[in-house]
């Protein structure tokens, strides 16, 4: 195992490279934790011996978001959206390994991997409406391009979480695995997408289309419940 940096940790498992973040409490989007994946990708995919890429987070939870003691202070280190993108442009297959919960910037970090696993009791989402505010790194973009504009709607204008097993159902995780095994189950599977020669599945690249009446439809069905707020048609709009 070799230490990136003091949150994040680049390993083997054969031919499958394994970045770890270890971040308590919540493997929060630090600097640091930004820094140390785009590293640890950059790192794996020159390495001729890895076919796949493996990332799994320490602790109770995979990325729970962004670092809020970051919030209004200035950039440092590689941008979010540089690291997602850097992830999204490896060239070899990425997987995100999930367990607790991928929300906000972590489920936005999921969604720039090729493939995604989960232990059943993971939770899913992207809360920033909660809070009157909007993803900031893709993710009212790469989300309806999975699982299709109507659920993407109603997750992004809710902030409600989704359970791995309707994660599954609806593309956004490709299987889920053992509870008690989330990293061999995450190897296990990459060395099934290389074995298949899988291809890398790009969500940028996806297109999704959308009957204007959905919108319509369901601007009128919430519009009770969005009133008085903001942020719910700014995500629609995005």
Known sequence: MTAINDVVDLSRDGEIAVITVNSPPVNALSAPVRDGIAEGVTSAVADPEVKAIVLVCAGRTFIAGADITEFGKPPRGVSLHDMIDRIESATKPVIAA????????????????????????????????????????????????????????????????????????????????????LRGGAVAFARKVVAENRPLKKIRDRSVTADPALFTEFR???????????????????
């Open 220 to 238: 009128a069905v919430n519009a009770r419940k969005f009133r008085g707020f903001d942020a719910p048609e700014a995500n629609i709009k995005c």
């Open 98 to 181: 999930i367990h607790g919960t991928a929300l906000g910037g972590g489920l936005e970090t999921a969604l720039g991997a090729h493939y995604r696993v989960a232990v059943p009791s993971a939770k899913l989402g992207l809360p920033e409406v909660k809070l009157g505010l909007l993803p900031g790194a893709g993710g009212t973009q790469r989300l309806p391009r999975v699982v299709g504009a109507e659920a993407a709607l109603k997750m992004v204008t809710s902030g409600n979480p989704i359970g791995a097993k309707a994660a599954l159902d609806s593309g956004l995780v490709d299987e889920l695995v053992d509870e008690a095994d």
